[in-house]
């Protein structure tokens, strides 16, 4: 069996043969259906998006009677909530080619997946709250994202903008003067 299982879902949970046993008989928590594999070592459950966690337990059974339980402790995933911030330099210096993101943690996500546009590299910390990136000269003012997951779901994705500026540039060489006129 699964300690941990998420909504929405069908999982499986399976038992070893027991000595004698004709059939077998499952204890399911609240919001957990059996779909199929009744009174085998093995069924699929349902779990509704209203289970909550708690004992799956089974035992076998004859003529005779019924045999000692044997249980596991499910644990239910907790839905993602929405929000967030990603924090961000007010800008980048294009010559700056090194810089921190971090987003607020957001409620039940275990993961932070960073999705960087074209001339952006993340460094290190991908599946985090905070990473540093590297820009190249190719990169551009551009929107940046992150979304947070669990074993079981997405959040929807959190975005920041982020400003590249330029240094001041001032071509120095020898001005040239022409004169067009006729002499």
């Known amino acids: 069996g ?4 998420c909504r929405n879902s069908v999982v499986t949970f399976e038992t070893t043969p027991i000595d004698y046993a004709e059939r077998y008989e499952w204890l399911l928590p609240e919001g957990f259906n059996i ?4 009174g085998s070592t093995r069924i699929d459950v349902e779990v509704e998006n209203t289970a909550v966690g708690g004992e799956v337990k089974v035992w076998g059974e004859n003529d005779c ?12 995933d907790k839905p993602i909530a929405t929000g967030g911030e990603i924090t961000i330099p007010p800008y980048v210096c294009d010559d700056e080619t090194i810089f921190p993101l971090s ?3 957001v409620a039940n996500a275990t993961n932070y997946e960073w999705i960087m546009p074209t ?8 599946g985090t709250r905070s990473i540093m990136v590297k820009i190249d000269k190719y990169a551009l003012s551009s929107t940046v994202s992150v979304i947070p997951s669990n074993i079981c779901a997405e ?3 959190i975005k920041a903008d982020i400003v590249i500026r330029s240094l001041p540039f001032v071509e120095a060489g020898v001005d040239f003067i022409t004169d067009c006129s006729d002499k």
């Open 65 to 76: 009677g019924e045999g000692i339980p044997t249980s596991i402790n499910v644990q239910v």
């Open 155 to 157: 959040a929807e994705p």
């Open 103 to 105: 987003v607020s943690e």
């Open 2 to 5: 699964q300690n941990m299982v």
């Open 119 to 126: 001339g952006y590299n993340i460094l290190s910390g991908q």
């Open 35 to 38: 779909v199929s594999g009744m």
